[in-house]
């Protein structure tokens, strides 16, 4: 497999096929409106007849023929196309028969590409019979096929004799030619802009300024809308991004809410289920007041009771106050019973007054 192989694009005839090609994205009115100033008129002379064609809108159509080539034969040529509105500001172009032309094909180093006018003009006179002020010449260069280093140019030649009498006539007429090629090697002039004229700039007859301008719109437009179809998906595509990141920024806000609420219910459930196991293991207060009601004897009675984190204390009057302790420390719901402060006698009822601090637990199960 060679990666090093030499491609020759012909980067005119690309551009002919490609805006061809974009043609159908110009409104027809618009088109037609350019394409009426878009024909062309190609002149071919041959045994000093001028043939007269006209392409318009990829169709051709013969205007006339006209003998001799001389003055007069012009001047007809001219009335007929100013006759015909199509015609009348389509650009001019002469094509010479193959023998009116030397076709000379050389080989040059492409270094010399950037300069190659200037080496033709300077080389002509030992490459042809003719120097530079007696000739219209054109060229034609492509990369030489036996390597990259090499150019082959391919040199038309034209003596200024015959063609000066001619483009006199035209000027004569008001006209002047737009460009001059030869049947030798096609220039594809019907179909836009020609590969190579052989006529000097300083002889061509410029386009109105108003299809250039036209014609720079439309490229501009052509290119506005190339990038678009380039551009506008990547910034939909960034803008489909952007929002699924928007989505995933508000998506993980909310899960960060909902875990923070996860969190806080574990957090309550395991706190409720302390308290519940806590409840579990203690006593009820109706059933600290139960039990003290079944140990207690009728003759003392109670004043104050409080029961708070599994222990319980209580005051009252009984005839005996000690013999509480040892009561209540056999019972099953006490333990760790105690005075919380010394006993007195109460001169009133003549009953023992007494505070009494015990940790309860639940009873053994049966």
Not at 12 to 32: I, K, S
Not at 224 to 238: C, D, E, K, N, S
Not at 241 to 261: D, H, N, P
């Amino acid at each position: 497999m060679q990666l090093d192989t030499q491609i020759n694009l012909d980067v005119a005839a690309f551009w002919r096929w490609w805006r061809n090609e974009l043609a159908f994205l110009v409104p027809e009115r618009l088109r037609a409106w350019l394409d009426d100033r878009a024909g062309v008129i190609v002149i071919t002379l041959q045994d000093e007849q001028l043939t007269v064609q006209g392409y318009h809108r990829q169709q051709q159509q013969l205007i006339g023929h006209y003998y001799p080539a001389s003055g007069t034969a012009i001047a007809q040529l001219l009335s007929t196309l100013d006759d015909q509105p199509l015609w009348r500001q389509a650009p001019l172009g002469l094509r010479l028969p193959g023998s009116a032309v030397l076709c000379k094909s050389i080989t040059v180093p492409k270094a010399a590409q950037a300069h190659l006018q200037q080496l033709l003009d300077y080389e002509l006179d030992r490459l042809t019979p003719f120097t530079s002020e007696q000739v219209y010449y054109a060229y034609q260069a492509a990369p030489a096929q036996a390597g990259a280093d090499q150019l082959d140019v391919t040199l038309l030649i034209s003596p200024k004799s015959r063609l000066e009498s001619l483009l006199g006539e035209f000027k004569t007429q008001g006209r002047a030619l737009s460009w001059i090629d030869s049947t030798a090697l096609p220039s594809h002039a019907e179909q836009g802009p020609p590969r190579y004229n052989l006529l000097p700039l300083a002889e061509q007859q410029s386009l109105p300024l108003l299809p250039k301008l036209v014609q720079l719109a439309l490229t501009l437009t052509l290119l506005i809308l190339l990038t678009g179809l380039l551009v506008l998906p990547l910034r939909w595509q960034q803008a489909q991004v952007e929002a699924l990141e928007q989505q995933l920024k508000t998506l993980a806000s909310e899960a960060q809410q909902v875990e923070a609420q996860e969190l806080a219910m574990t957090k309550l459930v395991e706190h409720t289920q302390q308290l519940l196991a806590k409840k579990h293991h203690q006593p009820s207060a109706l059933a600290v007041l139960d039990s003290l009601s079944q140990l207690i004897n009728d003759d003392t009675w109670l004043t104050y009771f409080q029961y708070r984190n599994g222990r319980v204390q209580f005051q009252g009057q009984s005839p005996q106050a000690s013999r509480l302790i040892a009561m209540l420390e056999n019972a099953p719901w006490f333990k760790d019973v105690s005075f919380a402060s010394p006993v007195n006698q109460d001169i009133r009822t003549g009953l023992e007054r007494f505070q009494i601090n015990a940790q309860l637990t639940l009873p053994p199960s049966e």
